[in-house]
T-cell receptor
Framework: EADIYQTPRYLVIGTGKKITLECSQT?????MYWYQQDPGMELHLIHY???????EKGDLSSESTVSRIRTEHFPLTLESARPSHTSQYLC??????????????FGSGTRLTVV | QKEVEQNSGPLSVPEGAIASLNCTYS??????FFWYRQYSGKSPELIMS????GDKEDGRFTAQLNKASQYVSLLIRDSQPSDSATYLC??????????FGTGTRLTIIP
């Protein structure tokens, strides 16, 4: 079954550690996105990619970085985690065909806590 | 002005009644419109998409789009307690990225 997977589901980590949040999709979608969402707050786009070797920063400034070496894989990395990075990180993908975009499919998210 | 605006709520509706959620958008060139449902602590789930003016029905859900007024709405008939969630309006504008509203929190009162 085509889907989008995020790991880990929950992560508690100490300040200064390097972390990578994984996101993979089996739908063959070219477009992938990372959103950050604090509890009860709105979604903020932090990174997106329209294909292999293509990455762009989103609307919300983030200290994280992303890579897109394979179509199905879009990991997010924090070189040095800080308590301000504590949030939920949501990965999504979409299939854009002409002027009609089919809605994004979201992964289950990673809830990150930096202590 | 925000690109996508929703009443933040919370909106409380008795069980069995119709819940009406509203959304306005600023980019007249927008062509794709979506409603997502997000339960607390979960990721957004696509429940409706609409691309042309008028109504689109799917079970208890009806999406309505009026491009002239730059307005999209979601009606939930026969509201159930399981409909209690935050509903996110999302619009694709000229930059081809999905822009989300801040969401409306809906509570169905048994």
């Amino acid at each position: 079954e085509a889907d989008i997977y995020q790991t880990p589901r929950y992560l508690v980590i100490g300040t200064g550690k390097k972390i990578t949040l994984e996101c993979s999709q089996t739908m063959g979608h070219d477009k992938m996105y990372w959103y950050q969402q604090d509890p009860g707050m709105e979604l903020h786009l932090i990174h997106y990619s329209y294909g292999v070797n293509s990455t762009e920063k989103g609307d919300l400034s983030s200290e994280s970085t992303v890579s897109r070496i394979r179509t199905e894989h879009f990991p997010l990395t924090l070189e040095s985690a800080r308590p301000s990075h504590t949030s939920q990180y949501l990965c999504a993908s979409s299939d854009l065909t002409g002027p009609t975009v089919y809605g994004y499919t979201f992964g289950s998210g990673t809830r990150l806590t930096v202590v | 002005q925000k690109e996508v605006e929703q009443n933040s709520g919370p909106l409380s509706v008795p069980e069995g009644a119709i819940a009406s959620l509203n959304c306005t958008y600023s980019d007249r060139g927008s062509q794709s419109f979506f409603w997502y449902r997000q339960y607390s602590g979960k990721s957004p789930e696509l429940i409706m998409s609409i691309y042309s003016n008028g109504d689109k029905e799917d079970g208890r859900f009806t999406a309505q789009l009026n491009k002239a007024s730059q307005y999209v709405s979601l009606l939930i008939r026969d509201s159930q307690p399981s409909d209690s969630a935050t509903y996110l309006c999302a619009v694709v504008a000229g930059n081809e990225k999905l822009t989300f509203g801040t969401g409306t929190r809906l509570t169905i009162i048994p």
